[in-house]
């Protein structure tokens, strides 16, 4: 008696790829593992990321401060992990903000077509045009540097692409059966945008997110640099960058430590997007 093959859903069989993908697993650890600790780290630490202690100064490496102190007698291990939590936040509700926006833009112009999708695509292409990194420097220094009102500014600027994105996918199923048979049992165009189309969007919208996270994570660690981000005593992983640039000449790990925690989130995330865009792209399988 023959025997049947138990099917499987196109996400259940994504994960069992990204799993096999020993890269992408080891940037899930990776990241996973800073999270955890830039979240639950402080509540261990007898000090805090604004404690300073003048008469200490800046200290290389010890047991008693594990990456050292800054010139104001401030432990970095303790300000890199709320720094931490700063910049993944910057990084996660930025692209929040953005996924929010460009998904819902993109479904919209790509369902209406025709005049409606031309004229929203050519008021993307004029924004496009626009210098943003420089726009968002003019509104930080016109409404202040909030930190809230970062996260916001750092998604208005990343919906772009992501709108393209949702709007092609669109473009490519709108036509296909099961769109048409919503339509013939009456669905409302609401309906079909936020049921079929958007959800059947996700696999690149999940992959273009993965990859904006760090994007976003390095404008704000630009903006920090040039301290119109994070502002002190409050401190991400770029103004803790910034901050040692200043002083690497005398104390190289104030730089250091920072420097290369960052570079490690940037790889891990960009090692997990690869691995989402491989497990979700049905052509790319070679089993």
Excluded at 111 to 125: H, I, N, W
Excluded at 165 to 190: D, P, T
Excluded at 217 to 228: D, N, P, T, V, W
Excluded at 255 to 272: D, H, K, S
Aim: overall charge neutral; proline content about 4%; charged content about 15%.
């Amino acid at each position: 008696m023959a025997t049947i093959e138990k099917g499987t859903s196109l996400y259940k069989d994504a994960f069992y790829r990204l799993i096999r993908n020993k890269l992408s697993v080891i940037g899930v650890v990776l990241i996973l593992t800073m999270a955890i600790t830039v979240v639950i780290g402080p509540f261990f630490s007898s000090y805090n990321y604004s404690d300073q202690n003048l008469e200490l100064g800046a200290t290389a490496p010890s047991l008693t401060h594990l990456m050292g102190t800054d010139d104001l007698g401030r432990d970095l291990f303790v300000r890199i992990l709320y720094g931490g939590r700063i910049s993944l936040m910057v990084g996660i509700l930025a692209t929040l903000v953005s996924l929010c926006i460009g998904v819902s833009y993109g479904a919209i112009a790509g369902f209406a077509g025709g005049k409606v999708d031309a004229l929203m695509m050519r008021f993307v292409d004029i924004l496009y045009a626009l210098p943003f990194m420089f726009f968002v420097i003019l509104l930080m220094v016109v409404f202040g540097r909030n930190i809230y009102f970062l996260f916001i500014a750092l998604g208005f600027i990343s919906w772009l692409t992501m709108s393209r994105i949702v709007r092609g996918q669109v473009i490519s199923i709108k036509e296909k059966e099961f769109i048409l048979s919503a339509r013939s049992i009456g669905v409302s165009n609401l309906g079909i945008i936020t049921r079929h189309l958007i959800p059947n969007t996700l696999g690149p919208v999940i992959v273009y997110c993965t990859l904006t996270i760090p994007s976003v994570m390095l404008e704000e660690a630009f903006l920090s640099f040039l301290g119109l981000g994070v502002q002190p005593p409050m401190c991400s992983w770029g103004l803790l960058i910034k901050d040692g640039v200043d002083a690497m000449e005398l104390y190289p790990w104030l730089v250091a430590f920072p420097g290369v925690i960052l570079a490690l989130a940037l790889l891990a995330l960009n090692f997990i997007g690869d691995g989402l865009r491989d497990a979700l792209d049905p052509y790319s399988r070679k089993d």
